[in-house]
T-cell receptor, first 113, second 112 residues
Framework: GAVVSQHPSRVICKSGTSVKIECRSLDFQATTMFWYRQFPKQSLMLMAT?????????EQGVEKDKFLINHASLTLSTLTVTSAHPEDSSFYIC?????????FGPGTRLLVL | SQKIEQNSEALNIQEGKTATLTCNYT??????LQWYRQDPGRGPVFLLL?????KEKRKERLKVTFDTTLKQSLFHITASQPADSATYLCALSMDSSYKLIFGSGTRLLVRP
């Protein structure tokens, strides 16, 4: 149980374009989910928390207009990186909250050229 | 702000031995602490959760201890196997928001 998928698993895009990352929970429903990013050899850094049907809450230093989160349903959330730049290249990971525990997706590797 | 310290150096042990990983935190105690396993290029996988009023938790070959006086958690893998080789992350949750603060992880290498 508690399977989470992410799509795509990796994406390469040109600077200035937008990229959408999809996160789905396959076998459970969750009201709350989280988006993280992880730079090489660093820890996961929380970007935002979202509750289904509500606006996402962003961590300090994360631009909400750049990282658009749409928590469409209890099993689906998307993160759109708008006008991506090379410094946005990172490993993006989503998680769904179920009974105090977060279940993570496999991650999306974004490379912005 | 809360800081989490995990040994950045890899832990290299022989198969069959017990691996012990350390997680230290500063400031005030978390509501609970979790351990995750992360393989290269993959998302973390939940292993164990221990609350601030618990001293020890076990699950199969895994054991976690929590000492709020020392501000430390220890994570043990007994009878280690090469398949246990991965990075192990410590994460703290400070309140009912369930947000997690992650350590940078310790890489474990189990030699056959």
């Amino acid at each position: 149980g508690a399977v989470v998928s992410q799509h795509p698993s990796r994406v390469i895009c040109k600077s200035g374009t937008s990229v959408k990352i999809e996160c789905r929970s396959l076998d459970f429903q969750a009201t709350t989910m989280f988006w993280y990013r992880q730079f090489p050899k660093q820890s996961l850094m929380l970007m935002a928390t979202s509750n289904e049907g509500s606006k996402a809450t962003y961590e300090q230093g994360v631009e909400k207009d750049k990282f658009l989160i749409n928590h469409a349903s209890l099993t689906l959330s998307t993160l759109t990186v708008t006008s991506a730049h090379p410094e946005d290249s990172s490993f993006y990971i989503c998680s769904f909250l179920a009974e105090e525990t977060q279940y993570f997706g496999p991650g999306t590797r974004l490379l912005v050229l | 702000s809360q800081k989490i310290e995990q040994n950045s150096e890899a832990l290299n042990i022989q198969e069959g031995k017990t691996a012990t990983l350390t997680c230290n935190y500063t400031n005030y105690s978390p509501a609970y602490l979790q351990w995750y396993r992360q393989d290269p290029g993959r998302g973390p996988v939940f292993l164990l959760l221990i609350r601030e009023n618990e001293k020890e938790k076990r699950k199969e070959r895994l054991k976690v201890t929590f000492d709020t006086t020392l501000k430390q958690s220890l994570f043990h893998i007994t009878a280690s196997q090469p398949a246990d080789s991965a990075t192990y992350l410590c994460a703290l949750s400070m309140d009912s928001s369930y947000k997690l603060i992650f350590g940078s992880g310790t890489r474990l290498l189990v030699r056959p």
